[in-house]
């Protein structure tokens, strides 16, 4: 599998690691919403999703979150499908890359 590399602010560092634990633990979540029919359980991680991702420099989450949100209230079942094998591709070859912000 091809890694995803992202560069994000060094000054992300030391929040990112909490952060994608938490996201894999939505996407773990989301898997088992999805099994149960859950579509108000994922639109509303969808739309936390969509929120937060931009401002860990992770543009990709928020767009899968926003693809999330849209594809429940649609009651879209192979477009949720897609966006969650999609999202664990991206979480299981995620790379970081921090780089020094210039002043």
Do not use: C, W
């Amino acid at each position: 599998m091809q890694e995803n590399i992202v560069h994000i602010s060094s000054d992300l560092e030391a929040l990112l690691p909490r952060y994608l634990k938490n996201r894999q633990t939505d996407l773990e979540t989301l898997q088992g919403a999805f099994q149960a029919g859950n579509l108000e359980q994922i639109r509303s991680i969808g739309h936390t999703l969509k929120g937060s991702g931009a401002s860990f420099g992770l543009d990709a989450i928020s767009a899968f979150g926003r693809s999330l949100e849209e594809a429940a209230i649609a009651h879209d079942g192979t477009q949720l499908q897609t966006t969650l094998d999609n999202l664990a591709t991206f979480l299981a070859t995620l790379k970081i890359i921090f780089v020094e912000e210039e002043s």
